[in-house]
């Protein structure tokens, strides 16, 4: 937030606006669940989704872009979760439901792990930092 110029309140404030977005949007998107299945709303917002670090990157610092897209990212994501939540009920007996629950979020750390990493990466590499990595190895 020191790099884009914001106090700590803006930079808060930008980021509630997912978390409320997506929590007013939950009804709205288990309603379209219901009209056109989980699948549809699966394939609506997962391109919204991917789009929001792309936003981060060209909006540089603008809050006002930045915070549209933080709601607009907020709604898609409750579609999302909603969408995948329903979609594993949907597609799953009672006696298979935990376990596809659990190898989700399974593949959910992993992918989250992984991209860490891969961020981490990217961020030593660009900034000339590979005696990091044989400080973090050692």
């Given at each position: ?52 670090p792309l936003v ?17 990212g907020g709604l ?63």
């Open positions: 937030f020191k790099d884009l110029g914001w106090s700590y309140l803006t930079y808060t404030i930008v980021h509630l606006l997912a978390a409320v977005s997506s929590f007013l949007a939950m009804v709205y998107w288990g309603k379209n669940i219901d009209r056109f299945g989980s699948l549809a709303v699966l394939r609506f917002t997962a391109p919204i989704i991917s789009l929001i981060w990157i060209i909006a540089k610092g603008n809050l006002y872009i930045i915070s549209v897209m933080q709601i607009l898609a994501w409750a579609g999302f979760n909603l969408g995948v939540f329903t979609f594993i009920n949907d597609s799953s007996t009672q006696e298979q439901r935990a376990l596809f629950f659990t190898y989700f979020n399974i593949l959910s750390v992993y992918c989250s792990v992984a991209q860490l990493g891969l961020y981490g990466y990217t961020i030593i590499k660009e900034n000339n930092m590979s005696d990091c990595i044989v400080l973090y190895l050692e």
